[in-house]
């Protein structure tokens, strides 16, 4: 299952959710339970990061993966072609400008 596309993934994320029970629909679901667990995979995985928990079960790279696979269970509820909306993104971002001075981040 190497370098498979996002739809790919969505797909096969759809399929388990299916068996498992997970909805499937937008009627199958609450929205805003599924955002904040989306959430929650997000801070867990800055916790993992934190704590130099970087590899391996509850590490860094798994809760971001926890996380992408919980945005994609929800790109399939409502069909959305999530391929389609990244390069739609980063394509927006080309021309984009960032005033830094205003901005409480730093940036190479």
């Known amino acids: ?5 996002l739809k790919q993934l969505k797909d096969l994320i ?3 959710a299916k068996e498992k029970g ?3 629909k937008p009627e ?5 339970e599924k955002i904040a667990l989306i959430h929650s995979e997000i801070s867990e995985a800055f ?3 934190r704590h130099k928990n970087i590899d391996g079960k509850d ?3 798994e809760e971001l993966g926890d996380a992408i696979q919980r945005i994609l269970h929800l790109c399939g509820i ?3 072609d999530v391929e389609k909306e990244i ?3 980063i394509n927006n971002n080309k021309d984009r400008k960032w005033n830094w001075d205003k901005m409480n981040e730093s940036h190479s």
């Open 22 to 24: 997970f909805g499937t």
């Open 78 to 80: 409502f069909d959305i």
């Open 14 to 16: 759809m399929l388990q």
């Open 47 to 49: 916790e993992a990061y």
């Open 28 to 32: 199958d679901i609450n929205v805003a």
């Open 87 to 89: 390069l739609k993104k």
């Open 59 to 61: 590490g860094f790279k």
């Open 1 to 5: 299952m190497d370098n498979i596309s």
